[in-house]
T-cell receptor, first 118, second 112 residues
Framework: AQKITQTQPGMFVQEKEAVTLDCTYD???????LFWYKQPSSGEMIFLIY??????QNATEGRYSLNFQKARKSANLVISASQLGDSAMYFC???????????????FGKGTRLHILP | EAGVVQSPRYKIIEKKQPVAFWCNPI?????LYWYRQNLGQGPELLIR????????DSQLPKDRFSAERLKGVDSTLKIQPAELGDSAVYLC??????????FGPGTRLTVT
């Protein structure tokens, strides 16, 4: 079963507009973490933002914010004032921890390709 | 500070040939990860090291894939023999804080 779902394979947004990239997740754990990564055409994965499941406030990093709605199991990324350089693939990911097995892995969604239009 | 270094960046081989990828993590990062990213997909974990110990290799196809991390620093991922389905980007990442992984540029493998 897919644990991270990104329903938008691609999005086109006008420069300077805000954009929301959707992400829903599935876990029965109480303690988990949610991430967003950016992957430009160069291929490198760039860490953007992290939200812990117990964090009461939504995480923010500059123009990035994570709209965390725990009851709905959603962790949408909001980019304010989009720029041409924001064009890239964006991956939502979840950290799962199973201490008994020493499991600690990050599971990625399939990504959303964001195109910023001039 | 230097980032995660991977080599080679690109590799084209014929099926049934062996191939090896090398990763040098960020200095001081004790956790190292190898991921495989198929076209149009997110990365999938192959193996995770804590220092020299492979603590999670459940997704590593052990019949043809092997990995090592000598002295808890550099790591090598090997495929022998390669199959057509192994064509993908192989990403290495390292972390100090478990929730903040830093990725290398990846090795794009094409098996013909």
């Amino acid at each position: 079963a897919q644990k991270i779902t990104q329903t938008q394979p691609g999005m086109f947004v006008q420069e300077k507009e805000a954009v929301t990239l959707d992400c829903t997740y599935d876990t029965s754990d109480q303690s988990y973490g949610l991430f967003w990564y950016k992957q430009p055409s160069s291929g490198e994965m760039i860490f953007l933002i992290y939200q812990g499941s117990y964090d009461e406030q939504n995480a923010t990093e500059g123009r990035y914010s994570l709209n965390f709605q725990k009851a709905r199991k959603s962790a949408n990324l909001v980019i304010s004032a989009s720029q041409l350089g924001d064009s890239a693939m964006y991956f939502c990911a979840m950290r799962e921890i199973i201490p008994m097995n020493r499991d600690d892995k990050i599971i990625f969604g399939k990504g959303t390709r964001l195109h910023i239009l001039p | 500070e230097a980032g995660v270094v991977q080599s080679p960046r690109y590799k084209i081989i014929e099926k049934k040939q062996p191939v090896a990828f090398w990763c040098n993590p960020i200095s001081g990062h004790n956790t190292l990860y190898w991921y495989r990213q198929n076209l149009g997909q997110g990365p999938e974990l192959l193996i995770r090291y804590e220092n020299e110990e492979a603590v999670d290799d459940s997704q590593l196809p052990k019949d043809r894939f092997s990995a090592e991390r000598l002295k808890g620093v550099d790591s090598t991922l090997k495929i022998q023999p390669a199959e057509l389905g192994d064509s993908a980007v192989y990403l290495c990442a390292s972390s100090l804080k478990v929730y903040e992984q830093y990725f290398g540029p990846g090795t794009r493998l094409t098996v013909t």
